[in-house]
């Protein structure tokens, strides 16, 4: 079977993402610290957690919260010093938890000293590290930024430079070696520490589409996404591979690319036997809409094409276990609550979370948990644009008030879809402000308002709750009977011309069915198969009369077969 997988101290350990500004505030300063952090991890080994993979910490200015680096070898003070990285390093080790980095390489800050000096200085090396270019027409190409607005600013006279997300987060020009060699250098700087290796961000980005070609509009401001000219673009796989064989490959780390849209075929140059990468995220089912230049021009998430998304799921399985192994997830920092993606607000639930964690789960692949998506968190249900740090989610209400929509209409969008939806403290207990902060201190971003019954101090005194659910399937897949065939087993679908299901088989040393309805009523489902066991459900109740099985709304169902 896959290569990967089957090796590496990663092999069969769950990950778990931690947002730090929004983890545990130890020093009382409204903002989560290492030491907040280094505080939990009993809490993460209680559940069973084996990689840790830090938002990230090093110092910034906090435009994208902490995705604009201007210090890469260095803490912010927001969370703390190198004494309290080095600490965090030291306790996780004891507990047997490997620590992840997030790895921004794309870009740094416009506040970083080589982009000072380059600004500064035109001839200077540093210039060379970013994409600077002379424009006396305006900017050098109509490329749309991912967070809106022009890829160029200007800093004076025909002067710009690119920046694919905010005009704080210039790109890094790696076409230069010597921006290449430093890079490297801070690469080994963190796994000479120690570090269990990287979550790598936006990399597929790092090669733009030769001469910076301009675009067919695609929007009313004659711009076009920059999407398809900087991404996966080819030519990467130079800068990839040197990156492994210079960094990587001298450690026993794992490394998770953030690479969407990379097509199957290419898989085998990603994570394959020699691939750049351990491993990468699988965003194929990530989210169930698409929605273009701005969020009201979203489809309805609830009316999403079920069929479609689930073949993309299917698809991705399917050729990504041939290769290596995929990193599988429902939630991270950049997306609203999954119940709020893929399921009416009327049937939210406890249950439905732990039908839509069953889902991706037992899935070929490395799971990863978003903080509080084991205690069911929701979203915070915001009010005003006021509640808001996040730089993207401002920029689409700012687009959809200059599009005519009203600010109640915009802020419903936001609400719906906002970033900081997963970036609210977490809740520890029902104290005021939910523990993150001591009281009478107002956190960085606004309280979830249901603290008082969503937080870990509740959930994990539950037998029944979602935090016991996840741990049970954290021991399934880690260490019970059925863990040789959860992590390596085949992936194959099954029951394909039902309606509102997710199901598949797991065939290694047994054979396990999951199956998960999307439906809001009970169904029966005739079983290919013969069920010898239940092995978890979402709901208790389970009915199997001979091959047919009865699923609950929402149910999940997880059989030896
Ligand atoms: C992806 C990160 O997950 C996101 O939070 C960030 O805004 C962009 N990359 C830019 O670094």
Redesign the pocket.
């Known amino acids: 079977m896959s290569n990967a997988i089957n090796k590496g101290w990663w092999k069969n350990r769950i990950a778990y993402q931690v947002y730090p500004r929004s983890f545990c505030d130890a020093n009382g300063d409204g903002t989560g610290d290492l030491k907040g952090i280094t505080s939990k991890l009993d809490y993460l080994k209680e559940l069973g957690v084996g990689i840790v993979w830090l938002?990230p910490v090093y110092r910034s200015p906090m435009d994208?919260?902490g995705?604009?680096i201007s210090d890469y070898e260095d803490i912010d003070p927001l969370f703390g010093n190198m004494a309290d990285m080095d600490e965090l390093l030291a306790e996780a080790k004891k507990r047997d938890i490997k620590i992840l980095m997030?790895l921004?390489v794309?870009?740094c800050s416009d506040e970083h000293p080589w982009f000072q000096k380059a600004l500064r200085e035109p001839d200077s090396e540093e210039a060379g590290y970013f994409w600077f270019a002379e424009s006396p027409d305006g900017p050098p190409n109509n490329w749309r930024s991912?967070?809106g607005g022009s890829a160029w600013e200007n800093v004076g006279g025909d002067r710009y430079y690119m920046h694919l997300?905010s005009k704080k987060?210039p790109d890094l020009n790696w076409e230069n070696p010597k921006l290449r060699q430093r890079i490297i250098d801070m690469v080994r700087f963190w796994l000479d520490k120690g570090l269990g290796g990287f979550r790598i961000?936006?990399i597929v980005h790092i090669k733009k589409m030769e001469g910076l070609p301009s675009g067919p509009a695609d929007g009313p401001d004659g711009m076009v996404g920059c999407y398809a000219y900087t991404r996966n673009v080819e030519g990467i796989g130079k800068f990839l591979t040197e990156l492994r064989e210079q960094t990587f490959d001298k450690y026993e780390c794992v490394t998770v690319a953030?690479a969407a849209g990379v097509p199957n075929e290419q898989l085998v140059d990603y994570i394959g036997e020699k691939g750049y990468f351990s491993t990468m995220f699988d965003f194929s089912y990530s989210e169930p809409y698409n929605y273009g230049h701005g969020w009201h021009t979203a489809k309805d998430p609830y009316e999403w094409d079920f069929d479609a998304w689930r073949d993309t799921l299917y698809a991705s399985q399917l050729s990504t276990q041939k290769i290596g192994c995929g990193a599988t997830f429902i939630e991270?920092?950049?997306y609203p609550r999954a119940c709020q993606k893929f399921v009416p607000e009327k049937d939210h639930c406890p249950e439905v979370q732990k039908m839509l964690g069953n889902m991706y789960f037992f899935l070929f692949g490395m799971p990863f948990i978003y903080q509080g998506q084991e205690l069911g968190m929701t979203n915070p249900r915001f009010t005003s644009i006021d509640q808001i740090d996040d730089?993207?989610t401002k920029n689409h209400y700012r687009t959809a008030l200059a599009d005519g929509l009203s600010p109640e209409e915009a802020m419903r969008l936001c609400a719906r879809y906002s970033?900081d939806n997963a970036r609210v403290p977490f809740p520890w207990d029902d104290s005021e402000n939910g523990g993150f902060s001591p009281a009478g201190v107002t956190p960085w971003l606004c309280v979830h308002p249901d603290y008082k019954t969503v937080n870990a101090k509740a959930e994990t005194a539950k037998n029944d709750g979602v935090f016991a659910f996840y741990k049970e399937m954290i021991r399934l897949r880690t260490v019970s009977e059925y863990a040789e065939t959860i992590q390596n087993g085949t992936f194959a679908p099954i029951l394909q011309g039902e309606k509102q299901l997710i199901a598949y088989t797991r065939t290694g040393d047994k054979t396990i069915a999951v199956l998960c309805s999307f439906a809001d009523s009970a169904r029966e489902i005739v079983l290919p198969f013969e069920a010898k066991k239940v092995v978890l459900a979402s709901k208790d109740e389970v009915k199997i009369d001979g091959n047919v099985l009865t699923l609950l709304p929402y149910q999940s169902v997880t059989l030896e077969v």
């Open positions: 938002s994208d919260g995705y604009d997030d921004v794309n870009h991912m967070f997300f987060q961000d936006a953030e991270n920092h950049d730089i993207s970033r």
